[in-house]
């Protein structure tokens, strides 16, 4: 155990010495490098990758732990740094959304048809569109799924290998930030929903959330969207260019 005498501290073991003579040259560039993740955070208006900062952090600096200092940094603040599956923003303060409101802009509300279509893309990606229709029992209609992709939650992931090679549907990264989730884990389940007032209390015996998939990889049973895909689903004209 270290001590203090006469003023001055005198550890006791190696490891007491090693945490009072930390290499000077080691904090100089660990402080350097939470003010570049800082800068770098702060001027995207979108959430940036850890391996973007990475490649801007002086050599051999533990990105992930850099991140997290500057996370708890921001904690206490009226601003927050947030990660948002494998990426970092800056976000007001949950608690404080209230006096950044604008009352005078307009607030666009999905329709029922919208949320249940998105709650089910999000917990039961990848999905495609006939699978959809089966767990919500009506059909889904072409403009429920375009406002869902206009807002950018919605993504097409790949084509399922079964006949038909229909299209597969998953959310995307600014599904996660807009609801304020870190990954597709840390939906709500089951019992927050119930406490929530989400779920009817006369719920199947048998019912259950299923554990949403985490990641981009592609399935098993999916494969990679091609470029006569896109085309073939109006997302490029013939030729490569983009359909504006």
Same mark, same amino acid.
């Given at each position: 155990?270290?001590?203090?005498?006469?003023?001055?501290?005198?550890?006791?073991?190696?490891? &007491?010495?090693?945490?009072?003579?930390? &290499?000077?040259?080691?904090?100089?560039?660990?402080?350097?490098?939470?003010?570049?993740?800082?800068?770098? %955070?702060?001027?995207?208006?979108?959430?940036?990758?850890?391996?973007?900062?990475?490649?801007? =952090?002086?050599?051999?600096?533990?990105?992930?732990?850099?991140? *997290?200092?500057?996370?708890? &940094? !921001?904690?206490?603040?009226?601003?927050?740094?947030?990660?948002?599956?494998? *990426?970092?923003?800056?976000?007001?303060?949950? +608690?404080?959304?209230?006096?950044?409101?604008?009352?005078? $802009?307009? %607030?666009?509300?999905?329709?029922?048809?919208?949320?249940?279509? =998105?709650?089910?893309?999000? !917990? *039961?990606?990848?999905?495609?569109?006939?699978?959809?229709?089966?767990?919500?029992? %009506?059909? $889904?209609?072409?403009?429920?799924?375009?406002?869902?992709?206009?807002?950018?939650?919605?993504?097409?992931?790949?084509?399922?290998?079964?006949?038909?090679?229909?299209? $597969?549907?998953?959310?995307?990264?600014?599904?996660?930030? *807009?609801?304020?989730?870190?990954?597709?884990?840390?939906?709500?389940?089951?019992?927050? =929903?119930?406490?929530?007032?989400?779920?009817?209390?006369?719920?199947?015996?048998?019912?259950?959330?299923?554990?949403?998939?985490?990641? +981009?990889?592609?399935?098993?049973?999916?494969?990679?969207? $091609?470029?006569?895909?896109?085309?073939?689903?109006?997302?490029?004209?013939?030729?490569?260019?983009?359909?504006?």
């Amino acid at each position: 155990m270290a001590e203090v005498r006469n003023g001055d501290f005198f550890p006791e073991d190696e490891a &007491d010495q090693a945490v009072v003579e930390r &290499d000077p040259m080691l904090e100089r560039a660990e402080r350097e490098a939470i003010r570049i993740a800082e800068a770098l %955070v702060f001027a995207s208006a979108e959430p940036v990758s850890e391996n973007f900062i990475a490649d801007r =952090l002086p050599r051999g600096i533990d990105v992930k732990a850099i991140m *997290h200092r500057l996370k708890e &940094d !921001y904690a206490p603040r009226g601003v927050n740094l947030l990660q948002v599956d494998e *990426h970092w923003a800056f976000r007001t303060a949950a +608690d404080l959304s209230f006096a950044v409101r604008k009352d005078e $802009t307009e %607030v666009k509300k999905l329709s029922r048809a919208a949320l249940e279509v =998105l709650a089910i893309i999000a !917990y *039961h990606q990848p999905v495609t569109r006939a699978e959809i229709e089966d767990i919500r029992g %009506v059909q $889904t209609s072409k403009g429920t799924l375009d406002v869902l992709m206009e807002a950018g939650w919605v993504r097409f992931r790949g084509r399922r290998r079964t006949p038909g090679r229909p299209v $597969t549907l998953g959310t995307t990264r600014d599904f996660l930030d *807009h609801f304020g989730l870190e990954e597709l884990r840390d939906l709500p389940g089951l019992d927050e =929903l119930k406490g929530a007032g989400l779920l009817s209390g006369r719920i199947p015996a048998n019912f259950n959330i299923p554990l949403p998939m985490t990641g +981009d990889e592609l399935a098993e049973d999916e494969d990679p969207i $091609t470029q006569l895909d896109l085309e073939e689903l109006g997302l490029l004209t013939p030729g490569g260019e983009a359909d504006e």
